[in-house]
């Protein structure tokens, strides 16, 4: 700001007083380069810094200098991403107490849960929002569910050989999960109806038997005495 000096010059009993105006100019507290890793930041119309980093990157090193060699800048240094949006603040400050802030955002993007393949035996399954359907013939009882992930650091579970498959539909889960992000993928297998004709009824004395088409057998029950 503005700075007055009086000047007063002295000759005999003359004297003659001169005022000197110093002005003394804020402090510049710009930044004049944000770095993470070899790549310069260039802030955006609200002067914000962002940046974005593979999944893969759990932590980053922000390193800022400021425009003036009076001023010092705060809050550089390692930092620890969760998945998502990471906001930090740098402050740059003059010997004058004076500072200005500013932000830096970080986005980790979330992890690829994506199924590279499905495939049950030799045939390589197609999925509709993540659900894989698959249909099998009645006398097929079990089938090995095989799964592969897009992202090769991925955990894949719920593959493998399905047992006991039931006449209709037949639901699996295959979830895929990277740290504590996971996605569930669905498998349907339709198992047909048996193709062979069934008796219209079994009545056993009066009694009319139970069908189960699963094995086909009847069932009845008499009494003791019949």
Request: charge should be negative.
């Amino acid at each position: 700001g503005k700075n007055e000096v009086t000047l007063t010059v002295t000759n005999g009993e003359a004297t003659q007083a001169y005022t000197v105006e110093i002005t003394r100019e804020t402090a510049v507290l710009t930044l004049a380069e944000v770095k993470i890793g070899e790549t310069t930041l260039t802030a955006d119309g609200d002067g914000v810094y962002n940046h974005t980093v593979a999944n893969t990157v759990s932590s980053v090193t922000i390193v800022a200098s400021a425009t003036k060699s009076y001023a010092k800048v705060e809050g550089t240094g390692e930092k620890t991403l969760v998945v998502g949006e990471n906001t930090f603040t740098l402050t740059v400050k003059a010997d004058s107490d004076a500072t200005q802030q500013y932000t830096v955002k970080i986005t980790r993007e979330t992890a690829d849960l994506t199924l590279k393949e499905v495939k049950i035996g030799d045939e390589v399954l197609t999925a509709q929002d993540r659900i894989y359907t698959y249909d099998v013939a009645n006398d097929v009882t079990e089938v090995a569910i095989l799964a592969t992930a897009n992202n090769s650091g991925a955990i894949v579970q719920g593959a493998g050989v399905k047992q006991n498959l039931a006449v209709g539909e037949n639901r699996f889960e295959i979830i895929v999960s990277v740290g504590d992000e996971h996605a569930t993928h669905i498998v349907i297998v339709n198992r047909a109806k048996s193709s062979v004709k069934t008796i219209a009824s079994i009545t056993v004395d009066g009694t009319a038997a139970t069908y189960n088409q699963d094995n086909a057998t009847y069932t009845a029950t008499v009494g003791k005495y019949t």
